[in-house]
C-alpha cells in the first residue's frame, strides 16, 4: 500500500512539475465542456498541435518536450541563463554572475536530471519574478 501511494504521490508531483512548465511556456489553455479540465495546447516541432490534460504533458517523458523549455530558458532576459547538461547531472547558471543557481545530480539518467533541473529552476524563477 505504501508503494501505491509513493507511486500516485510523485505521479501527482511530476503532473504539478509539468503544468508549472506549461504555464511558464505560456502554452494557450482551453477548458473543453464535456471534461471542465483545463488544457494546454502544445505545438511540436512539425507545428502539429495538440490540447494536453495535465496528465498528458510529457516533458518528463519526451526530450522534445523538455528541450524547448531549455531553448527558452537559454534565450531569455538577455541569454542570462544556460542549461548545461552532462551525464546525470544538470546545472542552471546565471551567465552574468557565472554561478550555477541550479545543481542537479541524479541516479537515474540525464534526462530525469535535466527535467529536475529545469523545474526547479522554474519554481526559482517565478519565486523571484512574482513573488
Known amino acids: 500500500m505504501t508503494a501505491e501511494l509513493d507511486t500516485m504521490s510523485n505521479t501527482s508531483k511530476i503532473a504539478l512539475d ?3 512548465i506549461a504555464e511558464f511556456e505560456k502554452l494557450n489553455t482551453k477548458k473543453f465542456v464535456n471534461s471542465g479540465i483545463l488544457n494546454y495546447l502544445y505545438v511540436n516541432n512539425n507545428n502539429y498541435e495538440v490540447w494536453c490534460e495535465p496528465h498528458e504533458l510529457s516533458y518528463d517523458k519526451d526530450w522534445n518536450w523538455l528541450m524547448k523549455v531549455v531553448d527558452k530558458i537559454n534565450t531569455m532576459d538577455n541569454y542570462k541563463f544556460s542549461v548545461n547538461i552532462h551525464y546525470h547531472f544538470t546545472t542552471v547558471t546565471n551567465n552574468f554572475t557565472l554561478m550555477d543557481i541550479i545543481d542537479e545530480n541524479t541516479d537515474h539518467d540525464t534526462k530525469s536530471s535535466c527535467y529536475n533541473a529545469v523545474v ?5 524563477y517565478n519565486n523571484k519574478n512574482n513573488g
Open 18 to 20: 509539468n503544468v508549472i
Open 120 to 124: 526547479e529552476f522554474i519554481k526559482k
